[in-house]
Structures are given as C-alpha cells and as structure tokens.
C-alpha cells in the first residue's frame, strides 16, 4: 500500500481516508513513538515527549476522523492532546517536544480528508512515514489492555497567535490603521490570520471568514480564478482612491493596501496587490528571502528552495549577501537539516536563513513548518513600511514557461543521463547543476529546469527568461533529439 | 438605580457593566427565579425550570463578564447551564422551559457589554426587571453556602440552526444554487446565518465572518453607511449579470440575488437588494408580515407592531386579509400575549401571525423571540420562489419624515392630552389611535403619529404621505400652537 | 457472528470489543436508527428524536472505545451527544425521548468492555438487536460525507441525581443524619449514590469511593466475598452500638444502619445488614415489590419478574393486594411492554408497579431501565422510616437449591414437553405455569422450576422449601426418569 | 484590611471570602503580575510567563468562588487557564514557568474557602503578598477593556501523577502488591493518591474516596480523632495477619501495610501503622528527612525545618550526614531559597535535600511545594523496602510538652531579649539558636523553645526530652521570673 504521498496521506473520506483508516494509522503512530522514544517523560531536550497533539481543520468529516484518531492513538498507549480544529502551522507550532496529528486535507475538495503526522515542529521525515506505512502494512501490534490511555484537551491557538504576533513584530514597521482584505476560504485562516494582523494594528476586512467544511464561499486552493471575489473586491475599493488602504491625516484608510488568500488549512498563501492582480509566488518568495538575508547576522545566509523555483529569488538573495540552496520539491526540512548540520559543525551557528516553496514558506528562526499565517503577519508589517509597490520593485519578474516533452518511462533515466552531458555542451555559458534534474543558469539570470515527471510520462522542462520561448525552443530541440536517441 | 433600559441592562465594561455589576445581577436574578418557581423540577409545563443557561455574543468583554455572571447565579443557588457564544436568538431558542441570561450589548461599540434575561423564550417582562432592579438596589441576599451550584456545560448551537432550517424548510422554494452574501459584522450571525442557509441550498459568500469582539470590518449597527463594503460588492459583481444570484442551465449562478447584513448579536437584519441598495426596513416588514398572514388559517389573524412602523404594512396585512395591532415600542412580546389571550378565550386558537419592530422580527409560530437568522432564511426561501423585486412590487413605499418640535418636560403631558382632541378636530377624514401618542390615519394610507419624546424636552412628529412635506407642515403647525399654549 | 448476548455485546478489549468493532457497531446502530426514525426531530412523542447520548464506565479502555463509537456514530450521520462517564442508569435517563449507547462491561474485569444500546429509556429489544447484527455482519453502508456529524458535549449526571432524589423522597422518611456505608466498588456508583444519600440526609462513609478502571480495591461484581472489607467494617463499628447508624438524642450516630454494594456501572445493588451479612437479593426484591404495590393506586397492581425468583417475592405481593408476572429472565422491559398494552387496552392506567431481577431494579414509574442508584435512595428512605429488620421481618427466607441434570441437546425438547405432563401429574397439589419452563407453586409457597439451559448439556432444577433437599430429590427423580425414557 | 493570614485568605464563603473579594483579589493579581513580567512571553527562565493556572479543591463553593477569580484576572488583563479541581501540589507544579491561583480551604469547614497564590511552584513571598493586600485595599485598577482576556481549560493532574510516580520511583523498592488502605477524606487526594500508588504497584483500598464538599465521611483535618473509621479499619483487617499487607508466596495480601490519612487539598499527610495508630507527625518527618540525606550527593546536604520541630529529626539527618537548619514557622520556601543562594554562590550545587514542617512536606528534588500526595508514594516505597517499623525503629520518640506562660504584650520583646541572655546562662551545657525564639539544644537531644505567641498574650514553651516534665519545670521557672522582672 502506498499509504503517503507527497502531501501526506489524502483522500476521499468515503473510501480512502476512512474512520478505519484513521484508526489503524493512529495505532501505528502511536507504536511506532512507543518504540522511538527513549525518555518517555521528554525531559531530554533531543528526545520529543511520546504524547501527542491531535487537531483537525474544519472539513466535515474532521469530528469523524479525528474520533477515530484518537482511539487509535489511545489504544496504542501514548498520551493524546485533543486541539480540536487550528491552522496547520497552530498544530506545528504546538508539537515543539513532542508529536502531533493533523488531520487536514489543505486545500482538496470538502469529500477529502488526510493525515499529517508532526514531530517536533517538523513533518515527518521519508524514513519516519516509511515505517508508519510498513507497520499498517502489518497490522499494527495493540498495546495491552492497561496502556491504553484518556485523552486530554487542549486551546492551543491563542498561545500560537501570540508567538506569531510576537515574531512578526521584529519585521518592518507598525500596522497603524492599514486595511487589508483576508479572504479566509471558510478555513482555518478563519480563526487565525485577521485576528493577528488585527492585533498587529490593522483594520481587516474578512471574505468567507465563517469556517465551513463544505467551503462554499469558493474552491479551497487559492488561484487567481478562485479568488476572483476577493480580487474584484479589492480593484472596486480602490478605484479612484490615492493612497489606498493608508489612513489619511484626516481619518481612517480607504480601499485596501493589499489582499490575502489562503488555503483551507492556512499553510499556503497567496498575495494580491492594490489593483486587485496576484503578486507572483516567486515574487512573493523573492521579497521575504531578500529581507530575510538582509536580517541575519549569519557569515554565511542561505535560503532554501526548490528547483522549480525562479532565478529572481537568487538574484535577491545575492544582492543581499546569502546564497541559495536547492533540495528537491516537498522536501524543505530536510534540506533546513543539511544546511543546519553542516553549519553546527562549523561554528555552531545557524546558517538559514529562510526556507521556501512557491506559496509555501518556513520561517525558519520562528520554526521549521510551513506557516501562512506567519507569512500573512510577516508580508504585512513589511508593506507597512515600504509599501508593497517598493518590495516589489526590485525583484524582475521575467516570462516563464512550463513544456512537456513525451517520454517513455523507461527512456527517461538514460535520456536523463545523458542530457547531464548534452545540455551543458549546448549551453557552454551557463552554469551547471545536476542534483534534482539539469538546471542552467545563464549570465543575465535567465534559467531552465530539465527533469522527469514523477507520474506521468513526460520530461518537463521550466524555464524563465526575457526571450523565455527561444530558450525552450532551443531546450526542447535538445531534450527530443535525446529522447529519441535513447 | 436605573437599571434596565428599553434594550436591557448596556453600557461600558469599564464603569457600567462591569464584572461587579454582572456578578450582582446574577445574584438577584437566582433570588428572582427562586422565588417565583413553583415547581423547581420544571415538570410543570406552566412553570419553567429554575435552570439558567448563559451565554454572550463575541465581544472581547465576554470572558471576564460571563464567569462574573455565572458566579452569581451558582452563588445565588440556581443551576447554570453555560452555552459560550450564542446569537441571541439562539439563546431565546435555548430557554424554552427554563430561564436564560444573554450578554449581549448588540450594535453598541466593542467598549460596551450588556445582559439581557430570558424567561420561556420571552424577554423578561416589565413587571420582572423591575423586580430584579429592587433586589439589586437592596444587595440581593446571598444563598446559603450548601446551595451554591457547580456550573454545566451545554451546546445548543447545532440544535437551534436545525430548528431554524426544519422551519423555514415550509416558506416559499428550495434555495437551490441561490448565491447570496452576507455581512456577518464580525458577531454571532457568523455561525449561524452561512451555515443555515448553505443547508437550505444557497452559496454563501460571507464578509466579516471571523468573529471578533472588535468588530474590525464595520461598525456594528447594519446601516446603509456600515454596509457600503457589501453594498458595493454586491453591485460591482452584479455588473452586467442578466439575472444575478440565480444558477443557469448552463452553470453556477454569478453575482448575487441580494444580501444579509446583521448586528452583533443577529437579532436584527438588513436586506440589501441586487443593486447593493438597502431595502427599506418597513418594507421588509410588510413582506414578512403579508406571507405570515396568507399562510395563517386563523379566522382572525393579527400582526402586533409598534406605532413608528410604516402604513405599508397594514396595506399588505389588509391585502391578505388581517388586521394591525399596534403595541408602544420595546414591548412586542406583551402585544403578543394579550392577543393570544383574547383568542384563546375565544377559540383556543392562536390569532398573531407574525410580530415586528422594524428591524427585528419575531416569528411567532417558530417562538416568542427577535430572531434576525430565522428572518435571513425564511426571505432567503420566499426570494428563491418570487424573486425579491416581485416580493416587494405590491408594497408602496411612500416618502417618510420624522421631525422634533421643542417642548418642555413640565408641559408634555397637558400638550399631549390637549392634542388627542386638537388633532382629531385638525384632521377630520383621518382614523384616530391615542393608546401611544396620537396616531392618525387618511383613506389613502398616508399617517402621522404624534408622541412626547421619553429622553429628549421634545415632541416627535412621525409622517408618511406621498405628499409628505404638506402633511407634516400641517401637523406640526397644529402641534406648536397647542405646545405655546399650554 | 453471534454479538449480542444477553447482557449486549461484552468481552476483551484486546481481541473482542476492540476499537473497530466499535467503529462498525456505531455506524451499524446509527444506519438502524436513520431508516426507523419517521420524525428526526422527535417531535412527534411516540418517535425518538435520532441522536444518541454516548456515555461510558470508568473502565481504562473507555477513552478508546467511547472515541471510536463516536467516530462510527458520527460518520454513520446522526447526532452525537458525548456524556463522558455515568453510571448506566444515569445514560439510560438520559435518554429518554431520544437514543443511547452504554459502553460497559458491569461487573467484568478490567480488561473487558462491552455495549448497551438504549431507546427512549429501555434496552434495544431482541428484535433491534437482531437489527444491528445483521447490519454488522453485512458491514455497514456508509453515509455520504456531508451527512456526517459533529459531536457535542452533554453533562446530564447533575440532573439524574437530582431526579432520583426527588422521586425517592416520596417514599419513607427522612433521612436525617441516618449513617451509611457504600462500597463503590471504584466504580460508576462513586459519583453516584454516596451524593444523593447525602442530598437525602444521610451521613455517608464510603470504601472505594475513587473511580479507577483497574477495579484496585475489590472484585466488581458484589458478592458476599467481594464485599467482605466492607461487611467487617460496618460488622467492627457496630460492636457494641445499641442502634447502629442512627442518631441519638446526644448527637451523632455511630456505626451504621446499613451497607450497600454495587458493580462496576451501577444498575445492580446488594445490601448488607448491621451485623455486615447479605441481605439475600430475593428478600431485597420482595421488600421493594411490597412497597411498591402499597402505595399503588392501580386496579390490578402487577409485579414483574422471573422465574428463579424466589416464592417470597409472590408472598409479599399478594399480601399487599397485587400479582406477580414472570418473564424469562432478561426481558424484564418486554414484561413491562407487555403488561402495560394489555392494560391500556382496559383502562389507560399503568398497572406494573415495580419489575425486578435479583439483584436488578425496575422502578417503573420512575422509568424503564434498572436503576441501583435508585434502589439505592428508595432503599434508605424505606429503612430510615421502618428499619431493616422490621423490612425483612414479614419476608420468609426458605432454604434454596440449584441443581443440574445431564441432559443431551437433543433430548431437551423432547423431554420438556413430556415433563410438562408429567410433572404436574406427579404434583397434583401444585399451580402449574409452563410459560418459561415447568413452574410449580406449591400452597404453603414452595415451589420448583425445571427449564433447559440454554448453553450447557443440562436441565435445571430450582426449588425453594422449607424441606428444600426433599423437594429437589423427588423433581430429581421424575426428571431423570422422562430424560432417560426420551 | 489584614488579607493573608499564615495559611493565605481563607474564611466563609457567605462573610470573608465570598465571590466578590475572589473578583476583588483576581484583578489585583492580575495586576501585580503584569507589573512584574519583564518578559511576557516568559522565554526567560528567570521570568515567568504572565499566565494564571486557576483550580480549586471540591468545596462546594469552589464552582462559584472559581467563577469569580476566573472574571477578576480575565478582567485584569492576565491569561487564564481553568484547570477545574485539582489537589494543591498538582496545582503547585502546573504553575511551573507561569503563576497559578488555588482555590481551597484546605481542612476547614465545608462553609470556608480561601485563596493561596503561586508563581513558579512556590507559594508567593510574603513581599508579594503584600504587595496584593495593598492593591485590594486600593481597589485595583482596571485593565482597559482590550486587554481583557478569555481563559484557556487545560487538564494537568495526568501529567502531575505521572510525574509523582516516575520521581518516587527511585526511591525504595516496588510496590509489587502491597496493600494500603487511603482516607481521601471526601477531598482532592480521591483522584490522586489512590491512582499513583496502584501504578506504582501497590493494592489500594479507599476508604472517602468520592470528591465531596460537603466532607460526609469525616472532618477535614486528619488526626487521630477524625480518621477512627480508618484506624478501626486497619487494625481490624490486621488482626491474627502475621505479615498485614504483604503478599505472600501462595498470594494475594490480607490486611494493611499501612494507611494514609490527607485533608482536603492533599497537602498535608498523615500515617497510620499496621496496629491503626498514628505514627507520630515528628518521626514521618525524620524518616524522610534521614532518607533524603542518605540519597544526596550534597557536600554538606541541608534539611529546613521549623523551631517546633522535634529534635529526633536532628538526631536522624546528622546520624546520616547531614545538618538541619530551622527557620520560623510557614517560611520553608523563604528558607530553602536562603541556602540555596548560599550554596550557589559557593558550588553552584544545590544543598537542600528536604525540607518540611510537621504534616507538610517539600520534596525539594521534585520541587518547592508542599505534596502530600509525592509524600504517600516516597514512603510507600520506603515502607516497600524497608517495612515501616524497621523505618522508625531509629527514631528516638521522647515525651513532648507545649505550655503557655502569661505574659502581657508589651512585655514580650523585653522579656524575650532578657532571655536570650539568662536561658543560656541558667544551662550552660547547651547549644543556643535564638534566631526564632530561644532554643536550647542539649548534649542528650533533649530540646526546648521560648517564643512568644503572636496572636495571644503568651510566651510558649516546647520541650522534648526522655524527663520532659522536669525540664519543662525548670524553663519555666526562669521564663517566669524573667516576665515577672520585666
């Protein structure tokens, strides 16, 4: 059974993610954690506590699973904290020094439900998901009648809220007053993301701010299409306003500074500017890796990313003093834990700086999860200050392609190979990296991504450049002629 | 000590209604309730339990001033059932067969709390506040220690919002893809209104539907002002849209067919018609109260408002077949008990169709409450079957002034009683009413009334006509000659 | 699969009512539910309202089990309402006018658990449960995802409590400083009676008064050897005590009046005397069922009970002026069900006094289910107004037996339709009942019960006779005889 | 006003502490800690966070007088965190890193209640004290109606108990069957006790094992008197047992090892033997301090005690290394933090080993509050190893006396510092302390203490030696004199 995925496990809750699902991975978690931890009272600081924090986002079916979570995890003899529903980052946050659930399906439809399993602020890593999975698999062990154990119940919301509030105030400058739109998505940015920004000093306007699992205000995965209320909204405000979303010597703000959109479970964020338009996630990525090299007092700043990721990134992070480091997708943690253990070996210092995947941001010196609501409080307070327009306007946001080439699959690790070798030798000015695909990266920060799909039969080749379609002309040549030759 | 208001006990947290005040009240309410039950089991249909639940609207004073409350019930020696956030209609719902608290200050200010009791789903009466103001301008006495009580714990949300879906289920067509938004104001229609509606079939998009005791997104008193950004959303996304809000054959329905606009506690509504434009309170009133009398099978069905409401309304109660009882403002549940009295000495039969103040409606059948949830999904279901502008086609709106004439305290009551023979004599074609002020009424249902101001060293002239300036020129001529006089 | 026995489903926790049996279970009793319910708002009184009230013991495997109940319930669509810990009697209260699940395993040991299903009051009858069944044998059908539910919480022990208090404190006395010692067994009865003996007036000392699903202090089923801390505890304080537990004229009382024992959920109770010796249960039985029938107002005052229970019981009853009906044991509430219709046929006036099991109570007019707690109270009040020992004094205890006779399976049948005819030929003195196997009452009220058993190889014999061993031998004889010559 | 007494606020709740002065007392200190907390975010060690754990033991006032405080800290600005009934040193380490509020009366009357303050597991200073006295005497000031906050519900007793078994885990030996009989005394040692030591292994039966306010089974206070039921109990079950409480190799224990008797907010701790008599309060104390030395890997492992402890602790803790240093009567906290100081300045390695008054003990190692129910488990444990009488059996118990002498107020000081310089005179073969009071320590461990009553016109007298009499005789023959000369 091929139980996680790249996003966890996730699916319908008719018949995929059921309540007998739900029950057996709790079971398996919690033997799994029985048989991990050393110090079962979590007193070694390396050694999380074996109770874990349960939560759920607000789809219907959450009541249901988490239930069945719960006896699983119960009758699997760890110790069990009922959060009830939080913002997946809320639960990450709560997990610093033990483990922790989240029963979430981000930003699938309402039919869905899904499984994330945390351990100290950080997803589980590939080893960890690979024996939860070996030991459903299995049939996970019951622990004996007397090690079952009664859940608990904690809030931890309110404490995550503040901590976030109290991180984002180092960044920029005060709210005071500015107006910014929050479209919520009926999700658990509900609870979450207009009370920080309120508390920080703005005057929030909320759309489908109500949580709802049946997501009726609109489709749960934040795109221009989906947030077109949101950005229709914003565009109607400030027709005909000067500074929109500023207050005025004379009164309170008209219009709004800029908007924000987010995913069903607040992990995922999305940024619209005064004309009602989306902010290009790179763009959004490039902003906050600048201003966070610019911060760090390390010797040696990295940002890590992925290699899908645009060359603008680089180029900011560069202006300011750091460099990039990439891992492959859906891996970011991991590559934090590189960057980091290298770095401890050295000076004991920690070297990253910030972390991200388009739309997907790990504030690292907050903590290792993936936190839009920390994004949302953060973004904020640098608009505050310089005004979106200004953060902008460094990052050059050039044409960007995304092509697909047919390819067997299994032509494509010998064409893989050798186009290791091909397209370096037919693009002798760019620079070379093979860790995750072929990525060249050319003197003026045009770049383009080769690599295989990892489900369909296509070699995808990316690419960003102001004479973007020449460049995939030029690539795509190369990759068929390839692939044919294999 | 002047206690009790026309809404009940408001006013701010920091030197009126505060922690101290609430802990007091709560001692003489449990006096109050313990003397006056008869049967404490409750068993007794006549009498209700002497059980209290409580529960508060959204504000950021709620915490602190309901487990004030709760202290002084349990030390008063009644049994508390705590609810938490509740609108105020799902408060009333709650106290069918026992008695409730709602801390509520309504559309007041965030500074501001207030306490509202409930007696059977009724507002206390005159005659039971004044009791609870001389127990609590005695120091009420305290229970002895062994009848202290120990607080429960209840939800009685989900149960209400079926109760108000299963009910209005029997007005007009199913919902059915009908879009619709609403400006939840940040209060305690959040919870309630979406989801109400989006089980009856609509798509909701909600604004401020985080709840937040700051009420960030708008004032709280829904005003055509307050209500300019759902206004405006609704117009701008109505735009060129042949028949907004309504699904096609081709697909889901764009725009909106109109909007919802509540107060803090949601015990009162605004209709916002396709245009973004507000539909007149009176007129929203004639609606409901037209459909109620229709669909009653009294032989006598009556509508219980109160002396400032438009003649709209008696033309459509007339229309339909009923007839107008008018009641002094604030005090329509005592307008709706005396009717039912009277019919139930007749026939046994309940006569009142349908009770309002404008703003605020009480659905009779469904309980003796203001109920602005109930009135959202009822319109909802009668605008998915006719339409709103079909609705609202065979009410006249007639041009409406309100106007102050000076005039001292001392001399109010002899005006007044000079008055109820000047104007009748003034006015010779016109229907004479004196039970609250002098209200008269021409062929053409055109009105005026005529009433002392309770706060202000005014006269208030009300009026109505399609020649309306004329109409109050001439009255208020009348009304200063006699003022002068007296 | 043969689930329901007859005490419901009940077994380990580790390989028989494990989490997912209570997972399928839920969803097979939520289904069952949805297809009977015509009115789901149960307004319609004859028609249980579909939610169930989810309770539990205090047994270690409670958490895990009740959470994957709620989570079968909940996926399986209809309302949840979680009432944490009670005592079985408590949940049976509880829901009246609506449904319940009990899970319980009585007086088992800890590592068991088990399921009670309840309706409006009383337990699933065999024909539900044969409903349920058949539904788990055919896993199942799933509701569709958005009719799942969401559990809510209900604290419903408060008002048992004080619902038993009331109705016990109509009957007896005072109790008024009355001493008494309750062993709770660490079970459900510990928040139970020692607090509505307190209520009452009663001075309580109690052993094993802590809830703890290891059952630490005692075996949890009540028996003379289980119990015997307690009977040397109320044996040792009453050396000496002219009138044990009752206050003196000086002061206080000393020793106690009386004991009481109960199992691990509360519906049973065992009493012990001042001396600290077992009232026997079939003298418990006829002291409640005198009572009852005394202050009876019906016509035909009936008591219901079952077959191996003892002759003392019809004594008692008809010297009060009522009739005992019997039923095969566990089906007191059909013998209810039963009496009750033929009497509304006659008179519309209820006519079961009192139905009762050893060991197990009935108070009909209090409500449909066994209720120790209740025994518990009206016991107390009884004694506070009489005395124990006057109580007994009109009971005669006569010598009891029980014996087994080999018997094939297959000669069962035969051979009880011949001892129909014959034992009444060979007892010619004798009334004869052949409802639920052969019953002989003889006229000084001895009498003999032969039925099969319904798990074993055996026929059994009971008698009851002041020459008990004479009586026993000659029903010996003729049962030897026809199992023989079958 | 004269708030704080020697054991917190505490009085009835109709008169003294009723839920007016609980809002009272909860907003000033809400604004003491406010004016405190350097770091709010209590990140720093040094600081703790200005957040309020708030429970209450089981009186029946607590649901109300909790109520209240809950309304006064909310109210003032602090976060709040319900934690309903605990016992007080489950309080006491849940406010570890934070503040905490425990409402409890401890062994007084069921009509009292009290307040007892906490910041960091330690009881508050008597400078924080005062510091909350003076702000309820000014009427506190209220926080702005913003910064009012909205308490939290945690469940900490799992945690605490858990902690308790793994920390007295390393004391002794397994339990391992060992039967013990516990009086929770109807109050919060019922859900602590009993569970931590059947964890640990032990057979335990309750005797009052149900949370009752109204304290039915007994009075409050432990003492020989009020835990007769338990005395009888013991040695009842013990007689003709040759080895009560232990099992044997055939099987289960018969009888009692020994018994613990606790007042109703678990702090304090009485032992009984297997005979059911008390063990006197003095020698639990040297037992555990003996045992405490032994185990410190201190240079110079210190025990805090109070002057009116007996000189056979001395006896102990100098027989096993180390050396007892007194301080005035409710200051162990103040004391411990003395030699703590010292001792960091020099080794930076804590000294105090325990500390303790009679009844109360602080297991410095597990942290600085008073627990009776780690008590319960160390000497379970102990008595595991060792048996109790083999513990006392070096413990001298010499005859004790406490007598009072008249002497008018404003002698006192005068004759008090006249003998510091006559009663070393008049014995000379004496150690003299005369930092609280005047204590002579004799060659023999015989012992007496000269101090002044604080609340009565009296000097006190304390003896303890193998010929009390006479030495009480002599001492007051000097105290006498020196009165009289003054």
């Given at each position: 059974m091929d139980l996680f995925g790249t996003a966890g496990i996730r699916g319908?809750?008719?018949?995929?993610?059921t309540p007998e699902l739900a029950l057996t991975v709790g079971r398996a978690v919690a033997a799994e954690i029985r048989d991990r931890t050393d110090d079962p009272t979590g007193r070694d600081p390396a050694s999380p506590a074996s109770e874990v924090v349960l939560a759920r986002d607000g789809r219907v079916s959450g009541g249901a699973i988490a239930a069945a979570m719960e006896s699983g995890l119960a009758a699997g003899g760890v110790d069990v904290r009922r959060a009830g529903q939080l913002p997946t980052p809320g639960l990450a946050y709560a997990t610093r020094g033990r483990y922790g659930v989240m029963l979430t399906a981000s930003h699938?439809?309402?039919t869905d439900n899904g499984i994330k399993c945390f351990r100290d602020g950080v997803e589980f890593s590939d080893e960890l998901e690979a024996a939860i999975e070996s030991r459903v698999a299995d049939e996970p062990t019951r622990a004996p009648w007397d090690e079952w154990t009664e859940a608990d119940r904690i809030e931890p919301l309110a404490g995550y809220l503040r901590a976030v509030r109290d991180y984002a105030g180092t960044f920029g400058a005060d709210l005071d007053g500015l107006r910014i739109a929050v479209d919520c998505g009926n999700g658990m940015a509900a609870p979450a993301t207009p009370r920080v920004l309120r508390e920080l000093g703005a005057t929030v306007v909320t759309l489908n701010g109500n949580v709802d699992g049946?997501?009726?205000?609109?489709?749960?995965k934040p795109t221009s299409e989906t947030l077109r209320d949101l950005r229709a909204f914003i565009a109607d405000a400030n027709e005909d306003v000067p500074d929109p979303g500023r207050p005025t010597a004379d009164g309170d703000a008209e219009g709004f500074a800029f908007g924000i959109g987010h995913d069903g479970d607040a992990d995922r964020i999305v940024i619209i500017d005064d004309d009602g338009e989306v902010v290009h996630e790179d763009t959004v990525l490039a902003v906050l890796a600048e201003a966070y090299v610019r911060r760090s007092d390390a010797d040696d700043p990295v940002v890590v990313t992925t290699p899908n990721a645009s060359g603008r990134i680089d180029e900011r992070v560069r202006a300011a003093g750091g460099r990039v480091d990439r891992v492959r997708l859906g891996a970011l943690h991991e590559g934090i834990a590189a960057v980091q253990a290298a770095a401890s070996e050295a000076?004991?210092?920690?070297?990253?700086a910030f972390a991200a995947e388009p739309w997907k941001h790990v504030h690292v010196p907050f903590g290792g999860w993936i936190d839009g609501v920390c994004s949302a409080a953060v973004i904020a307070r640098l608009v505050a200050d310089e005004g979106l327009a200004a953060l902008r306007e460094p990052v050059t946001e050039r044409p960007y392609r995304k092509v697909s080439v047919t390819c067997p699959d299994d032509r494509k690790e010998p064409a893989m190979t050798r186009l290791e070798t091909v397209l370096p030798e037919a693009f002798p000015d760019a620079d070379v990296d093979t860790d995750h695909g072929v990525r060249l990266e050319f003197p003026d920060a045009s770049w383009t991504l080769v690599r295989p799909s990892g489900t369909e039969e296509y070699v995808r080749i990316y690419a960003e450049s102001d004479a973007v379609d020449d460049l995939v002309a030029d690539v795509r040549g190369v990759v068929e002629d390839v692939i044919e030759g294999t």
């Open positions: 319908s809750v008719e018949d995929r993610v699938n439809p309402p049946h997501f009726p205000g609109r489709g749960s000076s004991g210092k920690t070297d990253v």
